[in-house]
Every structure is written in structure tokens, then in C-alpha cells.
């Protein structure tokens, strides 16, 4: 998010072009200290985060190179670092196509190609190294399906499918009055779309929807906003490695987070991020998830006491 707010500067400043490999340089510094598994996550959320929303809103066809880049980070976490050095690489082509932007953007596209390629050449030589060798994610079942990259890759892929489901439900209904009696069938539905996955796969779903969540406020660029949203961050990378029970306190305390008074977000925001627009709705909703993980965390106690 910072990397991302240091960006918008050197736009502002115009200074995008002469700031594009010392920015490449910095976020490999940032993340070269990672050990090899943390550090292939970390560049799998930069590489969503950063890729993705760069040219977003200028034609069309960015919400296809949006879903080739996230399904290029989900293969390299689930499948081989290949697939995320190969988007930054093949980026710059993109950037050379040419298109219609607003004037302060001008500069991006030969600046992203530098930046681009920066990072780019980084991972391939780490790769190279076999820094990431054993580094991407798999999950311990006995089911074929998880056995292979591209069994979990697919599987991953399910789930982001799931999550959009979600969000698109959500916003379908959050304008309307009766969403407050949909908000706990809702919660229901994806709790119940998530119980086909191995205890490793869930845990993954919820790290990732807990962060997610913490993100649809943080919608104004205010700092409290960013503030929650950077600790419901914290509290799912603390639930994943410490104890679900963490979640569950996450999300009870963000179903309260709902009748803060603040500046609604507009119903086209709201079909993007999820967003429920009457709070008592997406207190139920959160509430609901909250005690389920209440519940998936006192199996997991059990599990390991046994």
C-alpha cells in the first residue's frame, strides 16, 4: 500500500521516468530479507496489487489483463515462481500498446516497463538461484486434486470464484431493505462453499476473506479507514499463524465497524468491493462468519489437543 502511495508521488511530481528504477530497486530491497515461501506470497500480492490496477478504468480490456494477472499470482504461489517472474516480464509489452490516458499518466507506460522489468529480472535470477525451490504452497491431504500445482492452482481458482460470487451478491442486494434478512443465508452459503477444502485450504480462504474485509472500508483514503484496514491485515496473517480464534475476535470487532458514521460509498464501489451499505445488514453478515470461526476454532484446539 505504501509502495503504492510513493508511486502516485513521483506521478504528481513528474518524476515517474527517473523514479522507475530506483522504485524497482526499493521493492526488491523491501522484500529481498523474506525467507523463500514468505517472500513468493509477498511478491504474489504485489504483483496483483500493483499489476493489475495500473491502466484499471482506461478501456475494457483491463479487466481481462486484471484476471491474467491474478491468476498468474495465484500459479505462482500454488504451482511455480515461473508464472509471477513471466507476468512482470510480459508486462512491458503491454505498456507499449498504445491507448488514450489522462495527462498526468502520460509518463506511465515507459515508466512501468523499466519498473517492470526491474522486477522481473529479480525473480528470474532468484528463481535461477533455486532461492524458491520448495517454496510454493501445498496442502496436506491425501486427495489427488492438491497433489499437483495445477490441482491447487485450480482449487485456489475455485475459491477466488467463490469470493467473487460473494461480492457480486452482496452488492447486488446492499442498496435494498430486505438485505438484512439475506445478510445470515449469505454467510451461510460461503461457509458452506468452503467445506470441501482440505483444514489448510479453509485456513487459506479465511487469512485471505478476513484481509479482504478489512479492505472494503477503507474505500475514502481516510486515515482511520487505512488504519482498521491495515489491522484486520495483521489480525488474518495473526489468525493463519497463531490461532483462528483470532479471526473470530477480527471479525466481531469489524461487524461493530458497520455503524461507525462515515460517508457511504457509491452502489457501483459497492458491487466491486462487497460493500453492505446498511450496517445492521453487515453486522449480521460479519457476525455470522464470526461465530463460525468461533466454531472452527475450537475444533482446531480439539484436533490438536488429541
Known amino acids: 500500500?505504501?509502495?503504492?502511495?510513493?508511486?502516485?508521488?513521483?506521478?504528481?511530481?513528474?518524476?515517474?521516468?527517473?523514479?522507475?528504477?530506483?522504485?524497482?530497486?526499493?521493492?526488491?530491497?523491501?522484500?529481498?530479507?523474506?525467507?523463500?515461501?514468505?517472500?513468493?506470497?509477498?511478491?504474489?500480492?504485489?504483483?496483483?496489487?500493483?499489476?493489475?490496477?495500473?491502466?484499471?478504468?482506461?478501456?475494457?480490456?483491463?479487466?481481462?489483463?486484471?484476471?491474467?494477472?491474478?491468476?498468474?499470482?495465484?500459479?505462482?504461489?500454488?504451482?511455480?515462481?515461473?508464472?509471477?517472474?513471466?507476468?512482470?516480464?510480459?508486462?512491458?509489452?503491454?505498456?507499449?500498446?498504445?491507448?488514450?490516458?489522462?495527462?498526468?499518466?502520460?509518463?506511465?507506460?515507459?515508466?512501468?516497463?523499466?519498473?517492470?522489468?526491474?522486477?522481473?529480472?529479480?525473480?528470474?535470477?532468484?528463481?535461477?538461484?533455486?532461492f524458491f525451490e520448495g517454496a510454493t504452497v501445498g496442502l496436506s491431504t491425501s486427495s489427488k486434486m492438491f497433489s499437483s500445482g495445477l490441482g491447487r492452482t485450480s482449487a485456489a481458482l475455485i475459491v477466488l470464484a467463490v469470493i467473487i460470487a460473494q461480492i457480486l451478491v452482496v452488492g447486488l442486494i446492499s442498496m435494498e431493505s430486505y438485505s438484512i434478512w439475506l445478510a445470515a443465508p449469505v454467510a451461510l452459503a460461503l461457509i458452506l462453499s468452503t467445506l470441501w477444502l482440505p483444514r489448510g485450504g479453509q485456513k487459506i480462504f479465511w487469512a485471505v476473506l478476513t484481509a479482504w474485509t478489512g479492505m472494503t472500508f477503507a474505500h475514502s483514503g481516510e486515515l482511520l479507514e487505512l488504519a482498521i484496514f491495515g489491522l484486520m491485515g495483521l489480525l488474518a496473517v495473526l489468525g493463519f499463524r497463531k490461532s483462528p480464534f483470532i479471526w473470530a475476535g477480527a471479525w466481531a470487532f469489524h461487524a461493530l465497524w458497520h455503524f461507525l458514521p462515515r460517508e457511504h460509498i457509491s452502489h457501483e464501489t459497492a458491487l466491486l468491493m462487497g460493500h453492505w451499505m446498511i450496517p445492521a445488514a453487515g453486522a449480521v453478515f460479519e457476525l455470522s462468519i464470526a461465530a463460525y470461526l468461533l466454531w472452527f476454532a475450537l475444533q482446531e484446539k480439539s484436533k490438536s489437543r488429541a
Open 1 to 130: 500500500m505504501g509502495f503504492s502511495y510513493l508511486i502516485g508521488i513521483a506521478t504528481q511530481l513528474g518524476i515517474l521516468i527517473p523514479a522507475a528504477f530506483p522504485l524497482g530497486l526499493l521493492l526488491v530491497g523491501l522484500f529481498y530479507w523474506l525467507p523463500a515461501r514468505t517472500q513468493l506470497v509477498a511478491w504474489a500480492v504485489a504483483t496483483v496489487w500493483l499489476l493489475s490496477s495500473v491502466y484499471l478504468g482506461t478501456s475494457d480490456i483491463e479487466y481481462a489483463l486484471l484476471i491474467v494477472v491474478v491468476i498468474a499470482a495465484i500459479a505462482g504461489v500454488f504451482w511455480s515462481p515461473w508464472f509471477i517472474a513471466g507476468i512482470w516480464m510480459i508486462h512491458p509489452l503491454w505498456d507499449l500498446i498504445p491507448r488514450d490516458l489522462p495527462a498526468h499518466q502520460h509518463d506511465l507506460p515507459l515508466a512501468c516497463l523499466i519498473y517492470d522489468l526491474v522486477i522481473g529480472v529479480y525473480l528470474i535470477f532468484r528463481i535461477r538461484s533455486k
